[in-house]
T-cell receptor, first 114, second 114 residues
Framework: GDSVTQMEGPVTLSEEAFLTINCTYT??????LFWYVQYPGEGLQLLLK?????DKGSNKGFEATYRKETTSFHLEKGSVQVSDSAVYFC?????????????FGRGTQLTVWP | GAGVSQSPSNKVTEKGKDVELRCDPI?????LYWYRQSLGQGLEFLIY????????KSGLPSDRFSAERTGGSVSTLTIQRTQQEDSAVYLC????????????FGEGSRLTVL
C-alpha cells in the first residue's frame, strides 16, 4: 500500500543553518507529493507540492524535488529562521484515486534557535 | 467561515462514555476529511465525505466510530464507549477539489480518555 516515511525528529538548528528533512515514499500508483507545515497553535497548511517526477515545489524559501528513481521528496531550506519552528509533514496522494486521501508521515518537529 | 472550525477544542471524558466531535468546514467545500493524530504517530485517515456521502470510510478503526455529514456542511464524528487508546487529536479538513491535494485543516479536537 501507499506510505510515507520521514526522518525522526526533533531537529534543532541555529538560525541561518541549512535544513534537510528526509522523506521517502512507497506507492502502488503514480503519486503527487506534498509537504505540509503545522505552526504552533494552528492547523496544518500546505507548504509546497510536486505532481510529477523531477518537479520542484517551492514556497517561503523551502524546496523539495520529486525524485522517482529514489522515491524521495526531501525538504530543504538554505537558511532557516526562528519563525520556521514548526512540525513538518510529508504526504502523498495517489493520482489515480478519485477519493483524494492523503497519506502522511509521522511529522518532524523543527526548532530554530536565535 | 474563514477557516475550518472544530469543537470542542479539548475534551476530557471517562472510559466508556460517548463523545461527539464537530467540524464546520469552509463554506463551499464539498469534500471533508477526518484524520486522527496520536502521540508519536502520523496522521491516520479515518473517513472522507463528498457532499453528504462517505465513499471512503475504510479508516474508521472499529464500529464504535461513526461519522455523518448533513447539508453538505457540518460533520460530526461520534465515538461510542470510549477507550483510553482513543485519546488523540482529531483533525478535520476540507477542500473544493480533492484532486489538488490541498486540504485546509482545522486546529483539531484533543480528546483525552481517562
Amino acid at each position: 500500500g501507499d506510505s510515507v516515511t520521514q526522518m525522526e525528529g526533533p531537529v534543532t538548528l541555529s538560525e541561518e543553518a541549512f535544513l534537510t528533512i528526509n522523506c521517502t515514499y512507497t506507492a502502488t500508483g503514480y503519486p503527487s507529493l506534498f509537504w505540509y507545515v503545522q505552526y504552533p497553535g494552528e492547523g496544518l497548511q500546505l507548504l509546497l507540492k510536486a505532481t510529477k517526477a523531477d518537479d520542484k515545489g517551492s514556497n517561503k524559501g523551502f524546496e523539495a524535488t520529486y525524485r522517482k528513481e529514489t522515491t524521495s521528496f526531501h525538504l530543504e531550506k538554505g537558511s532557516v529562521q526562528v519563525s520556521d519552528s514548526a512540525v513538518y509533514f510529508c504526504a502523498l496522494r495517489d493520482r489515480g484515486s478519485t477519493l483524494g486521501r492523503l497519506y502522511f508521515g509521522r511529522g518532524t518537529q523543527l526548532t530554530v534557535w536565535p | 467561515g474563514a477557516g475550518v472550525s472544530q469543537s470542542p477544542s479539548n475534551k476530557v471524558t471517562e472510559k466508556g462514555k460517548d463523545v461527539e466531535l464537530r467540524c464546520d468546514p469552509i463554506s463551499g467545500h464539498t469534500a471533508l476529511y477526518w484524520y486522527r493524530q496520536s502521540l508519536g504517530q502520523g496522521l491516520e485517515f479515518l473517513i472522507y465525505f463528498q457532499g453528504n456521502s462517505a465513499p471512503d470510510k475504510s479508516g474508521l478503526p472499529s464500529d464504535r466510530f461513526s461519522a455523518e455529514r448533513t447539508g453538505g456542511s457540518v460533520s460530526t464524528l461520534t465515538i461510542q464507549r470510549t477507550q483510553q487508546e482513543d485519546s488523540a487529536v482529531y483533525l478535520c479538513a476540507s477542500t473544493t477539489d480533492p484532486g489538488t491535494g490541498e486540504l485546509f485543516f482545522g486546529e483539531g479536537s484533543r480528546l483525552t480518555v481517562l
